[in-house]
């Protein structure tokens, strides 16, 4: 059985244990990182870790005393003045109700025995499994009240959020519509795919008794404390029925105090907010392929996304979990109205699938006594794709105007996808 390299043998300091931790997220780390911070001050902090444009400061407390008001505010002091996006506090102790509050309105992440627990065995696990099971980003909290001063936490649904400290998001697992190949000339949508196309919140829609599925990783394990917090204003894990609106934003993972972080490292400061709405199908495809050297034909399935203004069509990787407005009060929102109806839009998705399943052949030809190679292009047949439409889906972008421009930032995985600097700052002279 493969075994990880540093959890599994003698492990000296807590700081190897979240190193190991963060790298399991897709992070780069650097321990003992000297930053310098805006007042002019220099820090060492324990870990530093950068994943794309995310920036995270890690410490810890290993003596398993209780972390104080005063340790953890000079931790949020540190991460004000350095700037990094968000910070994470780990102890093998407690955390008292005013410490979590505190962290909680200032937007740090506590991690007690119990995370650090759970943490390490899915570190391991994916190790032995050889596959991830991430379920939410590192700076996400758990779903468990601070200690009550016995050494006891209760789950609860809004735990160490302060009534002020912003909506809350979270996504479940991106679903991999991944290619999927079976033999026979024909063959109807399997039980799988039929399943997959109609569950288009990953698993988390209801069952037959009409309970909320919280998806097979906590049907397998009965991990009730890994579902994500909720708090009142918090977007839900996603629906797959519409709303009487119609209108259907794939959910959000970075809510606008998480975008705004990253988005004052380029404008500095943050003078207008605003989430900008575009408008995609999404629909899923079955293309019928011959099999090269046999008369047998495969079929791939996937799904695309097609921009509803521009008729652009591409592979759709991502997760269709969605929310409505009422569900996001008080955020500001501009919805961009489709150029296209669905048929169009269709044609377009039809058209991409082509181009995507078509190759290059080679075919001999006898031309008297000379035998010419032709390359010529295989296209599938337009009746051999099959098209389904699950609708129009918002994509959320933040757009942020500042003193240094404007930056907008998909609030599906934190990247920015536009900016228009004044002054343009390397991410050097940024850290």
């Known amino acids: 059985m493969a075994k990880h390299p540093s959890l599994s043998a003698s492990m000296p300091t807590l700081i190897d244990v979240l190193t190991e931790v963060m790298k399991s997220y897709g992070y780069e780390t650097q321990t003992d990182y000297e930053m310098e911070g805006v007042s002019g001050a220099v820090y060492t902090v324990p870990i530093y870790a950068v994943k794309g444009d995310m920036h995270l400061v890690l410490d810890c407390k ?21 700037g990094v996006d968000a910070g994470i506090f780990a102890t093998v102790g407690r955390f008292g109700k005013e410490v979590a509050k505190a962290a909680a309105t200032e937007g740090t992440t506590l991690w007690d025995r119990e995370r650090l627990e759970r943490e390490v065995g899915r570190t391991i696990l994916a190790e032995v499994i050889g596959a991830s099971s991430i379920l939410q980003e590192p700076w996400d909290a758990v779903s468990r009240e601070p200690d009550d001063g016995h050494g006891v936490g209760k789950i609860t649904e809004d735990w160490g959020v302060s009534e002020d400290a ?39 829609g209801s069952d037959a008794t009409g309970e909320p599925d919280t998806g097979f990783m906590f049907d397998m394990f009965g991990q009730t404390d890994g ?54 199908e999404i629909c899923d495809y079955r293309c019928e392929l011959l099999v090269e050297g046999r008369l ?36 500001k929102m501009t919805f961009q109205e489709p150029r296209y109806d ?16 078509s190759r290059d052949v080679e075919v001999e030809v006898d031309s008297d006594e000379v035998t010419i190679v032709e390359r010529k292009k295989v296209r599938p047949k337009g ?44 991410d050097a002279v940024l850290i």
């Open 62 to 82: 290993e003596s398993g005393d209780e972390t104080t008001l005063a340790d953890i505010g000079l931790f949020i002091d540190t991460l004000k003045d350095i």
């Open 166 to 204: 912003g909506p809350l998001f979270f996504v479940p697992p991106n679903e991999i519509f991944a290619q999927a190949v079976s033999s026979g000339k024909e063959r109807p949508w399997s039980k799988e795919e039929e399943q997959l196309r109609n569950d288009s919140s990953c698993g988390h």
């Open 227 to 280: 579902e994500p917090p909720v708090a009142d204003t918090a977007v839900g894990p996603g629906h797959t029925e519409s709303h009487d609106d119609g209108e259907r934003i794939l959910q959000p993972r970075f809510d606008g105090q998480m975008a705004s972080r990253i988005a004052k490292n380029r404008i500095f400061t943050i003078d207008s907010e605003e989430l900008i709405l575009i408008p995609y």
């Open 296 to 331: 047998d034909t495969d079929y791939k399935v996937g799904r695309m996304a097609v921009h509803a203004r521009l008729k652009n069509a591409d592979e759709w990787k991502g997760d269709t979990a969605w929310v409505s407005r009422k569900e996001m009060p008080g955020v």
């Open 342 to 357: 669905l048929s169009e839009l269709d044609e377009a998705a039809l058209d991409a699938v082509v181009e995507r399943n």
């Open 383 to 426: 009746d051999a794709i099959e098209i389904k439409s699950l609708g129009i889906h918002y994509l959320p972008i933040w757009r942020f105007k500042g003193r240094n421009g404007l930056v907008e930032i998909d609030a599906t995985n934190g990247k920015v996808v536009n900016e228009e600097l004044r002054n343009r700052v390397s």
